[in-house]
């Protein structure tokens, strides 16, 4: 079995940056930090970080508690660290020094910094649905990750990406309504299959809006959305195929194209299989 290990969003080298701010707080205001977003302490015994000093000691307490491949857990450290920048900023001993080492430390890992002390990704996660729900969302997860590190250095490794988040997003679907698949079925028959399941195809959509001539539009063009980004990869402007050459005239502005192409493709999919009153339960039912 193949196990995929997912990237920490923050790195090791930011959070130690973050760490040394500590030695000059008082431990009770770094444990208010932390704990003012939700955070506690892990266990002294399961501490991995060694140090005489009590303050970067307690900061890993809580550190290393944190799920940092996990999205909803950076979200709230980052508020944690903004805390940390004002509360630094607000003592008469700091100097601008610091601030240009964490600016420069969160740049690399897809992090900006506003004059105002507030964290904001560089290149924001792609997928505003919550995969909380769903029994495995790996798939999607790792494809995501991808796309957030490739989007404006690598776009044809974000639009072999963007392919990629398509094919697992169906196949997280159909896995969730039990739906068996043929593992070598190809994209255009995954998206045709999942689309059918949920009642979002032209051909079967019910009454009301779901079915009005405005939406059944809008559902033929997301299969013809979804089978151009699987096909604009094949042609080779996406990552996945070796090639003799780079495709020449490939740039950002078509990686954000493909990629946010997809992103509506798999917002209409994971929207409609969460939807407690999406027509495809009552056929269901």
């Known amino acids: 079995m193949t196990v995929t290990v997912r990237r920490e969003l923050v790195s090791p080298a930011t959070r130690n940056a973050f760490r040394?701010?500590?030695?000059?707080?008082?431990?009770?205001?770094?444990?208010?930090?932390?704990?003012?977003h939700g955070f506690a302490p892990i266990s002294p015994?399961?501490?991995?970080?060694?140090?005489?000093?009590?303050?970067?000691?307690?900061?890993?307490?809580?550190?290393?508690?944190?799920?940092?491949?996990?999205?909803?857990?950076?979200?709230?450290?980052?508020?944690?660290?903004?805390?940390?920048?004002?509360?630094?900023?607000?003592?008469s001993w700091t100097t601008d020094t610091w601030l240009e080492d964490l600016r420069v430390r969160l740049d690399r890992d897809g992090f900006a910094i506003d004059?105002?002390?507030?964290?904001?990704?560089?290149?924001?996660?792609?997928?505003?649905?919550?995969?909380?729900?769903?029994s495995d969302a790996s798939g999607i997860t790792i494809e995501l990750e991808r796309i957030r590190r490739d989007l404006t250095t690598d776009p044809q490794g974000a639009i072999g990406a963007a392919k990629q988040l398509i094919e697992a997003t169906a196949k997280t679907a159909l896995q969730e309504l039990r739906i068996e698949v043929d593992k070598n079925a190809a994209l255009p028959a995954l998206i045709s299959t999942v689309q059918r399941a949920l009642k979002l195809d032209a051909a079967s959509a019910p009454d009301g809006p779901d079915g009005s001539k405005a939406v059944k539009k809008i559902l033929s063009g997301s299969v013809n959305i979804a089978v151009g980004v699987a096909e604009?990869?094949?042609?080779?402007?996406?990552?996945?195929?070796?090639?003799?050459?780079?495709?020449?005239?490939?740039?950002?502005?078509?990686?954000?194209?493909?990629?946010?192409?997809?992103?509506?493709?798999?917002?209409?999919?994971?929207?409609?299989?969460?939807?407690?009153?999406?027509?495809?339960?009552?056929?269901?039912?």
């Not at 944190?66 to 944690?80: F, G, P, Y």
């Not at 954000?256 to 992103?263: E, P, S």
């Open 20 to 36: 040394s701010l500590a030695t000059d707080l008082t431990i009770r205001i770094v444990e208010e930090l932390w704990e003012d």
């Open 115 to 134: 004059d105002n002390g507030r964290i904001a990704w560089s290149n924001p996660p792609v997928l505003v649905h919550d995969l909380s729900n769903l």
């Open 45 to 91: 015994e399961a501490l991995k970080y060694s140090d005489p000093g009590q303050r970067r000691t307690t900061f890993m307490l809580y550190a290393e508690g944190v799920d940092w491949t996990d999205e909803n857990h950076v979200r709230r450290a980052l508020l944690v660290f903004e805390d940390f920048i004002r509360t630094c900023r607000n003592q």
């Open 232 to 285: 604009l990869r094949n042609q080779g402007f996406g990552s996945g195929h070796g090639q003799a050459s780079v495709p020449s005239g490939l740039g950002v502005r078509h990686a954000r194209l493909t990629v946010n192409a997809a992103v509506t493709w798999c917002e209409l999919i994971l929207d409609t299989l969460a939807d407690p009153a999406a027509p495809w339960r009552k056929a269901t039912a």
